[in-house]
Nanobody
Framework: QVQLVESGGGLVQAGGSLRLSCAAS????????MGWFRQAPGKERVFVAA????????RYAESVKGRFTISRDNAKNTVYLQMNSLKPEDTAVYYC??????????????????WGQGTQVTVSA
């Protein structure tokens, strides 16, 4: 059974930074792309970033390009999301997700079959 556990969320002022982590177990981590999604109150869960199984070819939502960086450490079965220059509109619950198929770079919510419980990120103005 795949388990994804996020950490690193919190409250930060606008312009600040946070680093989210997601520890994975129950899958051959190095063969699956990983992604981050977020869901603001009253809104749908949307794509933020994804990274291929080997760590290359990161992909980002337009709204976070140049500010967020996704990375992974396959030796630690962990994926990260470094968030810089945070804005109040980045406030959301952030979810880590594992692609449902190996060696594929999904970006749609439907491409990801396993999800973490989420971690709250709140950016104050």
């Amino acid at each position: 059974q795949v388990q994804l556990v996020e950490s690193g969320g919190g409250l930060v002022q606008a312009g600040g930074s946070l680093r989210l982590s997601c520890a994975a177990s129950g899958l051959t981590f190095s063969t699956y792309s990983m992604g981050w999604f977020r869901q603001a109150p009253g809104k749908e869960r949307v794509f933020v970033a994804a990274i291929s199984w080997g760590g290359a070819m990161p992909r980002y939502a337009e709204s976070v390009k140049g500010r967020f960086t996704i990375s992974r450490d396959n030796a630690k079965n962990t994926v990260y999301l470094q968030m810089n220059s945070l804005k109040p509109e980045d406030t959301a619950v952030y979810y880590c997700a594992a692609d449902s198929a190996p060696q594929r770079i999904g970006v749609r919510r439907a491409d990801f079959g396993s999800w973490g419980q989420g971690t709250q990120v709140t950016v104050s103005a």
